[in-house]
């Protein structure tokens, strides 16, 4: 047993942002850490998340003792209901982390299978034959958790996302303490948060964000509507506090943050003064000055609260030049269209908007800046580090502050998705890879639309398409009518009829040197119709539709 080694393999969360997990195999255990979603990027045409490809542990069901979580965050929990639909594992986390899971679950009609079993800050439980600490971590989102595990090789830190909020909101200081203990102690590997590594400094505290909101919400005379991250439970607190103070009546719209702030005040993460929250068809009843609405939309999400008030389409809310807009929030990458547009709009309508580019300091970070990483790599002294949860880019930077800080180079491992990293005592390597990668789902279709299927969206959605339906004699393959030809996303027709009618006479001279050429077979057919008005067009307009001859006989 001895010469037995710790496998780390990440499944997600190395080389991108999101669907975060990562695998720990000891001997016949496997302990999943995190197990979240990713987000498609513009490219990936009506795709809903995309989630990781768990095959590996699909094939390994049976050495699956559980997953445990760090937080609610959906790059961290959000794949939940998807994996458990291929393997069952009792499901670890901390209150409000498995409060989101639960709401989750319900969704997907899951909860009769979950198993989840609740801990704490400072918990300590097995899962197989590890030995897992909780440790308190600040985050933007309450009941964040770094994990200390320890393997029979040694003590694996394993940060998930975090920062060290001095003044924090609501809950003490990450537990830098516990941290230096286990230093102490002696940590084999740490695993750490490289979101913000490029980042100078220390990640300002969340406590920052309320002073600034302070100002905005004092002597305010318009109705104040402010959005950010639904999940940003010490945001919410703070601005349902400082409307309190401001003497604000607060409604929440958006289902998931109406869902959040139910949970987070069940669970006594967030207190809400008396009298301050009123329903959302009631607070019209008050003066616009002593109204705040709470909602959704910080990322101009289509569906969202904000964008339907923005565009007219919610039911209690129009925004008017009497609004003040906060969206005390940042623009995740990939959405900066979408955010844009929505700002647009609201300055349309005529509101004052305010937003991080033009107002400063109405949002922190969640994570930890370097000087943070610093701290954290200089209190638990590992032997072996491992830079999680980033880009290339952000795990190199992470990996270059860890050598400055002294830790020997060669002990660093930057890591990929599905790699085997194996850890002794005294080493570390790559020593394998296992299957990998991004599985998309669309409505109820998991994978069921791979990059064949993408490739067709693209080429729609980029140049349209074109049916040439023609009907033929089963004897001679002469054209008895048609070619007919419709078109969808390609050119206005009405004002294309010229066009049309060149393509038809396209096609029949196509059909013509067929019938001289004696291809008589419906498929060679086809393809030689496609590829003449492929090349016609490509000359004619350069444009190349999608092209689907169809052939009736007769
Ligand atoms: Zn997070
Ligand atoms: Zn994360």
């Not at 999940?231 to 929440?252: C, D, F, H, P």
């Not at 086809?526 to 001859?549: E, G, N």
Request: proline residues 4%; contains cysteine.
């Amino acid at each position: 047993m001895a010469t037995e080694k710790l496998k780390i393999i990440p499944l997600g969360g190395l080389n991108e942002v999101g669907k975060n997990l990562t695998v720990y195999e000891y001997g016949n255990d496997i302990l999943v850490v995190d197990c979240g979603l990713g987000f498609p990027d513009g490219e990936m045409y009506g795709v809903d998340v995309v989630i990781p490809d768990v095959t590996y542990l699909v094939k390994n069901a049976e050495k699956i003792r559980g997953i445990v979580l760090t937080h609610g965050h959906e790059d961290h929990i959000g794949a939940i209901p998807y994996v458990l639909k291929e393997i069952t594992a009792p499901i670890y986390g901390t209150p409000l982390t498995l409060a989101l899971v639960r709401y989750k679950l319900e969704e997907h009609r899951l909860t009769d299978i979950a198993d989840l079993r609740e801990f704490r800050a400072r918990d300590r439980f097995s899962v197989g034959c590890f030995e897992i600490e909780a440790i308190h971590v600040n985050h933007s989102i309450a009941c964040s958790v770094a994990l200390a595990i320890k393997t029979p090789v040694g003590t694996v830190i394993h940060t998930g996302d975090y920062k060290i909020d001095t003044t924090p909101i609501n809950c003490a200081m990450m537990d830098l303490t516990r941290l230096g203990e286990l230093g102490k102690e002696g940590v084999l590997a740490l695993l750490s948060d490289s979101t913000n590594a490029e980042r100078k400094g220390f990640s300002p505290s969340e406590r920052t964000v309320g002073a600034a909101l302070d100002e905005l919400f004092d002597n305010c005379p318009r109705r104040i509507i402010i959005t950010t991250f639904a999940s940003n439970v010490y945001r919410v607190q703070q601005i349902i506090t400082l409307a309190a103070k401001n003497g604000r009546k607060v409604a929440i719209t958006g289902r998931s943050m109406e869902n959040m702030v139910a949970a987070s005040v069940e669970l006594g993460y967030m207190t809400i003064p008396p009298d301050t929250v009123v329903d959302i068809t009631k607070i019209k009843n008050y003066p616009r000055e002593q109204q705040l609405i709470i909602t959704t939309g910080s990322q101009g999400e289509s569906m969202s609260a904000l964008y339907r008030m923005a565009f007219g389409g919610h039911k209690q809310v129009e925004i008017g030049p009497e609004d003040r807009v906060i969206l005390s929030s940042s623009t995740v990458p990939g959405n900066e269209k979408t955010v844009s547009r929505i700002i647009n709009e609201l300055y349309r309508r005529g509101a004052e908007v305010l937003y991080r580019d033009v107002a400063g300091s109405l949002h922190v970070s969640g994570h930890a800046c370097q000087e943070e990483l610093k701290m954290v790599l200089a209190l638990t002294q590992p032997k072996f580090f491992i830079p999680i949860h980033g880009e290339q880019r952000h795990l190199r930077c992470h990996a270059k502050i860890a050598a400055e800080v002294g830790i020997e180079p060669s002990h660093i491992l930057i890591g990929d998705i599905g790699k085997v990293m194996e850890l002794g005592k005294k080493s570390i390597h790559i020593s394998g890879t296992v299957q990998a990668g991004r599985v998309l789902v669309d409505g109820t279709g998991i994978g069921d639309v791979g990059s064949v299927v993408l490739r067709d969206r693209k080429h729609l959605a980029e140049d349209g398409m074109l049916v040439v339906a023609m009907t033929l004699s089963r004897e001679d393959n002469s054209l008895i009518s048609g070619p007919d030809i419709i078109t969808r996303g390609f050119v206005y027709v009405r004002e294309s009829e010229d066009l049309i009618d060149e393509m038809r006479m396209q096609v029949i001279d196509t059909l013509d040197a067929c019938q001289e050429n004696d291809i008589r077979n419906w498929t060679a057919i086809k393809s030689t119709v496609k590829a003449s008005l492929s090349t016609y067009l490509q000359k004619r307009i350069k444009r190349s539709p999608m092209i689907l001859p169809i052939i009736m006989e007769n």
